[in-house]
């Protein structure tokens, strides 16, 4: 890993900055874009069951913030 201050200077965080784009190389390992085709499918049965659980969860929430709005105005 490259250092990315001088820890023998009293003030590190003073050094001038950079302009222009980063190089990825300076903070990516190498290949961690080649990681092949990802195995998502839609429609599969581990999707159906997270989007019914977030579906859930939202109308849950829906229904505590009405409830909520209903007992403080009476």
Known sequence: MKRWFNLSDPKPW???????R??????MVD???RQGTPNY?????????????????YVIVIFMII?????LNS
């Open 31 to 33: 290949g961690w874009d």
């Open 41 to 57: 499918v839609r429609g599969s049965r581990h999707n159906q069951i997270g989007m019914t659980i977030m579906w859930t969860y």
């Open 22 to 27: 980063i190089d990825p190389n300076e903070y």
């Open 14 to 20: 003073d050094r001038p900055r950079r302009k222009g």
């Open 67 to 71: 409830r909520l709005i209903v007992v």
